[in-house]
């Protein structure tokens, strides 16, 4: 009876000790877990801060390109009508050595500057259709290099970390 009395006593010892073991490990388990979610929680919050400072760039840029296109496009317009009400004529720079004709010019020459007698170099006048098609050309350049201005800090927006 004392035997068993002694080895019960043995056990309950022992299992106690397991008990508290256990107990151990659960709580280490938890403060682990409790700090490995801490982590994702402020990772995730660096995250959603980069994103929202991204995004407000991104939103300026949009604004910018924007305001640059729209310029481009007023300035396009201003042009447009100075050369429909012929308050504006656009003129080409001509060889003169090529296009000499005997007697004559052939072509309108620039004039003079202040105190100069020599007159200027030959210019000839562009059709209006001609220089429409021209500055419809050059809108046409300005819209691809704003958009391509664009895409580039875009890209360099992205790309930066």
């Known amino acids: 009876m004392w035997q068993?009395?002694?080895y019960g006593k043995q056990l309950a010892e022992q299992a106690a000790g397991y008990v508290q073991q256990l107990a151990d490990?659960?709580?280490?388990?938890?403060?682990?877990?409790?700090?490995?979610?801490?982590a994702a929680l402020k990772?995730?919050?660096e995250q959603?801060?980069?994103?929202?400072?991204?995004?407000?760039?991104l939103q300026e840029q949009g604004k910018t390109h924007w305001k640059e296109m729209n310029d481009a496009q007023q300035t396009q317009d201003r042009l447009r009508?100075?050369?429909?009400?012929?308050?504006?004529?656009?003129?080409?720079?001509?060889d003169a050595g090529?296009?000499?004709?005997?007697?004559g010019d052939g072509g309108m020459r620039e004039a003079a500057g202040t105190g100069s007698v020599v007159h200027g170099a030959l210019r000839a006048r562009l059709?209006?259709?001609?220089?429409?098609?021209?500055?419809?050309?050059?809108?046409?350049?300005?819209?691809?290099?704003?958009?391509?201005?664009?895409?580039?800090?875009?890209a360099r927006s992205i790309s930066a970390p």
């Open 98 to 103: 090529a296009f000499a004709a005997p007697g």
């Open 48 to 57: 959603k801060a980069q994103r929202q400072a991204l995004e407000d760039r």
């Open 4 to 6: 068993a009395s002694e």
């Open 127 to 154: 059709d209006p259709a001609h220089a429409q098609r021209i500055i419809g050309i050059t809108d046409t350049g300005d819209r691809g290099l704003i958009a391509l201005k664009a895409c580039q800090n875009y």
């Open 25 to 38: 490990s659960d709580r280490t388990h938890g403060r682990e877990r409790e700090e490995a979610a801490a």
């Open 81 to 94: 009508d100075r050369l429909d009400t012929a308050d504006l004529r656009l003129s080409v720079l001509v």
């Open 43 to 45: 990772q995730l919050a």
